[in-house]
């Protein structure tokens, strides 16, 4: 459930909706990486100025750990 202020007063918890729902199972089940805006887990991304396919890092660009090197 989440906090919605837009909502009537005594009815502002309401259900996530299913791309929050999924973001939330990845985070909760440890993904630390990229999630766009469905609720997806992003590994890659296209370079819009080659046009060539690109692996993101699993942990974020300020990671150190050996797999992120």
Do not use: K
């Not at 089940?29 to 690109?54: K, L, R």
């Amino acid at each position: 459930m989440r906090w919605d202020p837009t909502r009537p007063v005594g009815d502002r918890w309401t259900d996530l909706s299913e791309a929050e729902q999924r973001a939330a199972d990845l985070r909760n089940g440890g993904y630390t990486g990229w999630i766009n805006q469905d609720g997806y887990a992003v590994t890659s991304y296209t370079d819009p100025s080659t046009g060539q396919e690109m692996n993101l890092p699993p942990h974020g660009f300020s990671c150190r750990c050996d797999e992120c090197r």
